[in-house]
């Protein structure tokens, strides 16, 4: 599904990934665990197209991802690739049910197709009966549901999700990673998560440990 060879990346002279190798399969659920600076959040946003590498190369299937022009590569990620952020940077003045459409109305699928798949996911979510709520009047869980479901809506082969469960308290940490298990069995969704959370970390099919830049396991 998805593999990563000999990635690179310097930020000025702090070189952050010194030849990261990582492979991915669908319907795998990986947890990025180490610590503070050790190049999680660079590899992932390397790896969900945000940022560009210095060197190595990316695949998603048999399609080089690293290699894409910029044009090329808004299409391919906002087709192929979800992400969940610890701050879910929903949109505040469009309900829930508006906020998971959006990447699918922008990918230019049909409006009452879109609706319908956003209405299945959040029922999947458990907030069937939040669908018209505004953000602001939704709990923390909730929000992270709706920025889940609108990671979901185009059908991506990888979801990213950056500490996605940083500001949510250990109960609705643990709903949402059983929620990306789920996922998981129902869809045979792919996730690559960037933890901090140890007991999450360990839900996960496969923990990868990374210290200053590189992939230890
Ligand atoms: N855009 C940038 N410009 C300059 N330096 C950066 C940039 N992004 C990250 N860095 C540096 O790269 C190093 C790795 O950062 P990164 O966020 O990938 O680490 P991390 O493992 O995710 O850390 P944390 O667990 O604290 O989020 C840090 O020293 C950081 O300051």
Redesign the pocket.
């Known amino acids: 599904m998805l593999r990563a060879r000999s990635i690179t990346?310097s930020?000025?002279n702090?070189t952050?990934?010194k030849g990261v190798d990582l492979e991915v399969k669908t319907a795998e659920i990986v947890s990025?665990v180490?610590?503070?600076?050790?190049?999680?959040?660079?590899?992932?946003?390397i790896l969900g197209t945000l940022?560009r590498p210095d060197g190595g190369e990316i695949f998603f299937g048999t399609t080089r991802v690293d290699r894409l022009r910029t044009k090329a590569l808004a299409h391919f990620r906002n087709r192929h690739i979800g992400f969940v952020f610890q701050f879910h940077h929903l949109l505040p003045e469009f309900s829930a049910l508006e906020n998971v459409c959006i990447p699918g109305w922008l990918a230019g699928k049909r409006k009452k197709e879109v609706e319908g798949r956003a209405l299945e996911l959040l029922g999947t979510l458990g907030l069937s009966d939040r669908t018209d709520s505004k953000p602001h009047t939704l709990s923390g869980g909730e929000q992270q549901r709706v920025a889940v479901a609108r990671a979901l809506i185009n059908q991506p082969a990888v979801v990213f999700a950056?500490?996605p469960t940083g500001n949510l308290d250990s109960v609705h940490a643990r709903e949402l990673h059983a929620l990306f298990l789920q996922l998981r069995d129902q869809f045979r969704q792919t996730f690559v998560i960037?933890t901090?959370n140890e007991e999450l970390a360990q839900m996960s099919d496969r923990i990868v440990h990374?210290k200053d830049?590189v992939v230890l396991s």
């Open positions: 990346k930020f000025g702090l952050v990934l990025i180490g610590s503070s600076g050790a190049g999680k959040s660079t590899l992932l946003h940022d950056d500490e960037v901090h990374m830049g």
